[in-house]
């Protein structure tokens, strides 16, 4: 039973090429957030949503941009891929915001920037 | 701001002995969780245990169980009788009431026949 689910698993897209993951979730959480993972460094918050409610880390790049059209679905756009774009972009959710929730995590969308 | 430290980047256990994995943690708040997440190879990262600040006990699932030690700002993870399915990165993880996650680098362990 998947319940949050990222597509594509692998993506590569060319420097400079905007390019869109996916994530969607079957669990109905009200929080869904997006991480960078790049390799053997701890998982970075980017941003999350409350939902509708976008809240963006200070130090996420204007580069990358989420949309969330609806409670299952959020989208993480990068603009203009630089090679430093490159990593695993983790995709999770959470029940709500009080700290007692845990996150789910989805697989994981590995992007290449060429 | 908040640290999270995990200091080994690679474990190693035999089958069916015992390994802790520690983590070291920075905070100025007094109400927060800490979590201990499993990511497989090639697979999803799911949750093994968590741990309330404000619990003086420490939490145990099974063949896991952490040593949270409040004052040292530490919570390390303990897995009991390991199984090749062990094997995975593992994650340490806060969260504060700012719904703030910050993880560490995690520990690669590896499980011996």
């Known amino acids: 039973d998947a319940m949050v689910i990222q597509n594509p698993r692998y993506q590569v897209t060319q420097f400079g090429k905007p390019v869109t993951l996916s994530c969607s979730q079957t669990l109905n959480h009200n929080v869904m957030y997006w991480y960078q993972q790049k390799s053997s460094q701890a998982p970075k918050l980017l941003f999350h949503y409350y939902d509708k409610d976008f809240n963006n880390e200070a130090d996420t790049p204007d580069n990358f941009q989420s949309r969330r059209p609806n409670t299952s679905f959020c989208f993480l756009d990068i603009r203009s891929p630089g090679l430093g774009d490159a990593a695993m972009y983790l995709c999770?959710?959470?029940?709500?915001?009080?700290?007692?929730?845990?996150?789910?995590f989805g697989p994981g969308t590995r992007l290449t920037v060429t | 701001a908040q640290t999270v430290t995990q200091s080994q980047p690679e474990m190693s256990v035999q089958e069916a002995e015992t390994v802790t994995l520690s983590c070291t943690y920075d905070?100025?708040?007094?109400?927060?969780?800490l979590f201990w997440y499993k990511q497989p190879p090639s697979r999803q990262m799911i949750l093994v245990i968590r741990q309330e600040a404000y619990k003086q006990q420490n939490a145990t699932e099974n063949r896991f169980s952490v040593n949270f030690q409040k004052a040292a700002k530490s919570f390390s993870l303990k897995i009991s009788d390991s199984q090749l399915g062990d094997a995975a990165m593992y994650f340490c993880?806060?969260?504060?009431?700012?719904?703030?996650?910050?993880f560490g680098t995690g520990t690669s362990l590896t499980v011996i026949p």
């Open positions: 999770a959710t959470s029940r709500d915001l009080a700290n007692t929730y845990e996150q789910y």
């Open positions: 905070t100025s708040e007094s109400d927060y969780y």
């Open positions: 993880a806060y969260r504060n009431t700012g719904n703030q996650f910050y």
